[in-house]
């Protein structure tokens, strides 16, 4: 049961536009929530967190937003760079549940173009 | 500083056989945690090590199991191995006890099971 979706597996998007990476969550107990940014032959990369009693996180480009009532989050890029071109995961965490037991998402495949 | 790193980075194996991966984690970190990225899915948590003892294990069966050195290495061994067992399998390691933001992953060993 995938209690993390993302249900774009690809987005694309012109240099200097915005990138809305989009994810929803099932799970109510879900806490803290964290997106990861993968390059080809490499391992995630931690890239900004939010917990569940905020509604916005923002560092540099990238801000990341939670609507609770929905269950949905969305990560914000802006403006976006060729650099930016890997595949994002979302992950939370369950309340309470033991720290580094996260669940993730699919991921979305990020393309930058210019 | 080095960071996390794992071995072997490829690994084919056939049905049945059994598979060692390992994981050395960052100088100072005591934590391991491996997880699952099989194709098309998201990570998938397998096992939480701290302090060389197993602190909690995800849904998966127990031919999937593994162990923490003294000097916080560790590796995870899958026996009887099965088509599907094929997968990125990602060591990351944190301080124990830290926060998220700590969570740093290695670069992945594939596994193929032929």
């Known amino acids: 049961d995938q209690q993390v979706k993302q249900n774009s597996p690809s987005l694309s998007v012109q240099e200097g536009r915005i990138s809305i990476l989009n994810c929803d969550y099932t799970?109510?107990?879900?806490?803290?929530f964290l997106w990861y940014k993968k390059y080809p032959a490499e391992g995630p990369t931690f890239l900004i967190s939010i917990s569940s009693i905020k509604d916005k996180n923002e560092d540099g480009r990238f801000t990341v937003f939670l609507n609770k009532s929905a269950k949905h989050l969305s990560l914000h890029i802006v403006p976006s760079q060729p650099g930016d071109s890997a595949v994002y995961f979302c992950a939370a965490k369950n309340r309470g549940s033991t720290l580094g037991r996260l669940y993730f998402g699919r991921g979305t495949q990020l393309t930058v173009w210019p | 500083e080095a960071g996390v790193t794992q071995s072997p980075t490829h690994l084919i194996k056939t049905r049945g056989q059994q598979a060692t991966l390992r994981c050395s984690p960052i100088?100072?970190?005591?934590?391991v945690y491996w997880y699952q990225q099989a194709l098309g899915l998201g990570l998938q948590f397998l096992l939480w090590?701290?302090?060389?003892?197993?602190?909690n294990r995800g849904n998966f069966p127990p031919r999937f199991s593994g162990r923490q050195f003294p000097n916080y290495s560790s590796e995870l061994n899958v026996n009887a191995l099965e088509l599907e067992d094929s997968a990125l399998y990602l060591c990351?390691?944190?301080?124990?006890?830290?926060?998220?933001?700590?969570?740093?992953f290695g670069e992945g060993s594939r596994l193929t099971v032929l």
């Open positions: 990351a390691s944190s301080l124990s006890g830290q926060g998220y933001r700590e969570l740093f």
């Open positions: 799970n109510s107990m879900f806490d803290y």
């Open positions: 090590y701290d302090e060389g003892e197993e602190r």
């Open positions: 100088s100072g970190h005591t934590s």
